[in-house]
């Protein structure tokens, strides 16, 4: 695999948004087992798994592709090693509060992410992010709002130890997982999608293993069961989540983190008890609307970019 240029010539915005939502599909699988393991196992430990068995896909993909061997070689060593700083704090904030907080809480706190990543790009890498872009993205914010707030237990008076520590952590590994999408899409202008993936694993592997005297446990073989899923569900996530910053821009993608919602309605309704209201609904509704929007927006703009391109050769 071969890194494509992040030029305007390149982008796939559709392709981009496909990506990305089959990634969040493979993401929430991945939680949806890190969540039944429940707070027994310590977060370095939840790490390590899903860094580790992440590299089994990953391997496979490049021995299928043939290029296994040149897997390792990189222009930017110190980019990889960011990113990886980067991602395994976020997943060590993620994971020690997936286990603490009701499931409606920690997505909610989790939806942070893709918001602040829309401005970041905007800051960062100077995406042009239009009117259209921002609205959308405020009004899948109040769709999330219109879902949760009426399920929201954690009130102040009644916030344990561990909850408020959970709130804490969530919130910043969604700002540590922003820093990190802002990084990936600085990396796939110059480094293949394998690479980066194989760089991340290994160095978030090696820093989660430095968390062993810190009081891993030996896990039931259910709970190694678990732990090998959330490992080999991330290493494809993780692909498909690198692949779809190759074409198209972050600010773009970013919003389409909201699909997650759906599927965690419904996976709550049927492993975690959780009933979906009227509320929810009409939020999910919102918030798909809005990505809807993204889509027809994102498709006519790619229509007028093609046509820009087939009349500029002629009026040179």
């Given at each position: 695999?071969?890194?494509?240029?992040?030029?305007?010539?390149?982008l796939?915005?559709?392709?981009?948004?496909?990506?990305?939502?089959?990634?969040?599909?493979?993401?929430?699988?991945?939680?949806?087992?890190?969540?039944?393991?429940?707070?027994?196992?310590?977060?370095?430990?939840?790490?390590?798994?899903?860094?580790?068995?992440?590299?089994?896909?990953?391997?496979?993909?490049?021995?299928?592709?043939?290029?296994?061997?040149?897997?390792?070689?990189?222009?930017?060593?110190?980019?990889?090693?960011?990113?990886?700083?980067?991602?395994?704090?976020?997943?060590?904030?993620?994971?020690?509060?997936?286990?603490?907080?009701?499931?409606?809480?920690?997505?909610?706190?989790?939806?942070?992410?893709?918001?602040?990543?829309?401005?970041?790009?905007?800051?960062?890498?100077?995406?042009?992010?239009?009117?259209?872009?921002?609205?959308?993205v405020?009004?899948?914010?109040?769709?999330?709002?219109?879902?949760?707030?009426p399920?929201?237990?954690?009130?102040?008076?009644?916030?344990?130890?561990?909850?408020?520590?959970?709130?804490?952590?969530?919130?910043?590994?969604?700002?540590?997982?922003?820093?990190?999408?802002?990084q990936?899409?600085?990396?796939?202008?110059?480094?293949?999608?394998?690479t980066?993936?194989?760089?991340?694993?290994?160095?978030?592997?090696?820093?989660?293993?430095?968390?062993?005297?810190?009081?891993?446990?030996?896990?039931?073989?259910?709970?190694?069961?678990?732990?090998?899923?959330?490992?080999?569900?991330?290493?494809?996530?993780?692909?498909?989540?690198?692949?779809?910053?190759?074409?198209?821009?972050?600010s773009?993608?970013?919003?389409?983190?909201?699909?997650?919602?759906?599927?965690?309605?419904?996976?709550?309704?049927?492993?975690?008890?959780?009933?979906?209201?009227?509320?929810?609904?009409?939020?999910?509704?919102?918030?798909?609307?809005?990505?809807?929007?993204?889509?027809?927006?994102?498709?006519?703009?790619?229509?007028?970019?093609?046509?820009?391109?087939?009349?500029?050769?002629?009026?040179?």
């Amino acid at each position: 695999m071969n890194a494509l240029p992040a030029d305007s010539s390149t982008l796939r915005p559709m392709l981009g948004i496909g990506l990305k939502v089959i990634s969040v599909t493979v993401f929430v699988a991945m939680q949806t087992s890190l969540k039944g393991l429940g707070t027994e196992i310590p977060a370095g430990q939840l790490v390590f798994f899903r860094s580790f068995f992440a590299l089994v896909p990953v391997l496979l993909y490049l021995w299928w592709l043939g290029t296994l061997k040149t897997a390792l070689d990189t222009r930017d060593v110190g980019g990889h090693f960011l990113r990886g700083a980067i991602g395994v704090t976020s997943m060590g904030f993620g994971f020690y509060a997936i286990g603490r907080l009701p499931y409606p809480e920690w997505v909610t706190l989790s939806y942070a992410a893709p918001l602040l990543t829309v401005v970041f790009a905007a800051l960062f890498l100077r995406e042009q992010v239009g009117r259209f872009r921002w609205t959308a993205v405020l009004v899948g914010l109040c769709g999330i709002i219109v879902v949760i707030a009426p399920t929201l237990s954690l009130e102040v008076g009644s916030l344990s130890g561990e909850e408020r520590l959970g709130m804490i952590a969530s919130l910043a590994g969604a700002a540590f997982a922003a820093v990190a999408m802002i990084q990936v899409r600085r990396l796939v202008r110059t480094e293949p999608t394998a690479t980066i993936v194989v760089y991340f694993s290994i160095c978030s592997s090696v820093i989660a293993l430095a968390s062993l005297p810190f009081g891993w446990v030996w896990p039931s073989p259910a709970q190694a069961g678990l732990l090998i899923l959330a490992g080999l569900f991330g290493g494809i996530g993780q692909l498909l989540l690198t692949a779809c910053y190759r074409y198209a821009e972050a600010s773009t993608i970013a919003p389409f983190e909201y699909t997650s919602m759906l599927l965690a309605v419904l996976i709550g309704a049927l492993l975690f008890e959780e009933v979906a209201s009227p509320t929810t609904v009409l939020g999910g509704a919102i918030v798909v609307s809005a990505g809807v929007f993204i889509i027809l927006r994102e498709h006519r703009l790619g229509l007028e970019r093609k046509r820009a391109r087939r009349v500029s050769p002629s009026q040179n």
